[in-house]
Nanobody, 122 residues
Framework: VQLQASGGGLVQAGGSLRLSCAAS????????MGWFRQAPGKEREFLAG????????RYADSVKGRFTISRDNAKNTVYLQMNSLKPEDTAVYYC????????????????WGQGTQVTVSS
């Protein structure tokens, strides 16, 4: 599976962005998908995960209620809708895939996108 993340950019605090992650391969629907982010000098942080069917999601406390993960298996794409953005959300955002259920530790993911920069100005 190859992943291509897009949709990042510069936004003011309180604004919104929607990230997309397009996957290649016919078995996309077999993979649990996750979104992570990494700010300079910090470890990669789990944000959200969605099961292969889209029926179950999970979120980090830091983004719960502000971010929403979803997927469209017909389009081989997973999304991260980000609302009420804060300057501390500034980071490079990555999508990732793993066979089976979603997981929090990044080391459990098999495939990664290249990352897209999100910058939130105050």
């Amino acid at each position: 599976v190859q992943l291509q993340a897009s949709g990042g950019g510069l936004v003011q605090a309180g604004g919104s962005l929607r990230l997309s992650c397009a996957a290649s391969g016919r078995t996309f629907s077999s993979y649990g998908m996750g979104w992570f982010r990494q700010a300079p000098g910090k470890e990669r942080e789990f944000l959200a995960g969605v099961t292969w069917s889209g029926g179950s999601t999970r979120y980090a406390d830091s983004v719960k209620g502000r971010f929403t993960i979803s997927r469209d298996n017909a389009k081989n794409t997973v999304y991260l809708q980000m609302n009420s953005l804060k300057p501390e959300d500034t980071a490079v955002y990555y999508c990732a895939a793993r066979l089976g259920r979603t997981a929090v530790p990044s080391v459990l993911y098999d495939y990664w996108g290249q990352g897209t920069q999100v910058t939130v100005s105050s």
